[in-house]
Structure formats: structure tokens, C-alpha cells
């Protein structure tokens, strides 16, 4: 028998138990919630650059 898909959503959750062990200091499990959370972390983190005519000039990731 077929098993549906699960929804993006669902396939995207840490395990609790990584949140769990992160959460008490665990660092393997910090590390893989950091890498988890990697691109919507740089992404948080990019700021647009103008130059003096208001021109985008850069991408800048504080």
C-alpha cells in the first residue's frame, strides 16, 4: 500500500529530540540545528548595499 506524502512542512521538522538535546547543551545537536537553519539564517542576515544614486551597489551579510 501506497503512504502519502508527507507536506513540505513535515519533512522539513527537526526530530524533538535533536531540539531537545540542543537545547541542554548537546553540541552535535546544536551544530544540527545550526546546519538545519543555515540558509534561512544567511538569508536573515543579508542586507541590500545602495550606493549614493540609490543604485543596489552589494549584498552585505552582517
Known amino acids: 500500500m501506497k503512504q502519502r506524502c508527507k507536506n513540505?512542512?513535515?519533512k522539513n521538522l527537526l526530530p524533538f529530540h535533536i531540539i531537545k538535546a540542543a537545547s541542554e547543551g548537546?553540541?552535535?545537536a546544536?551544530?544540527?540545528v545550526l546546519k538545519h537553519y543555515e540558509g534561512y539564517i544567511i538569508t536573515l542576515s543579508t542586507r541590500k548595499m545602495?550606493?549614493?544614486g540609490g543604485?543596489?551597489?552589494a549584498?552585505?551579510?552582517s
Open 26 to 28: 548537546d553540541v552535535l
Open 59 to 61: 549584498l552585505f551579510h
Open 50 to 52: 545602495y550606493d549614493e
Open 30 to 32: 546544536i551544530n544540527t
Open 55 to 57: 543604485r543596489l551597489a
Open 8 to 10: 513540505r512542512e513535515e
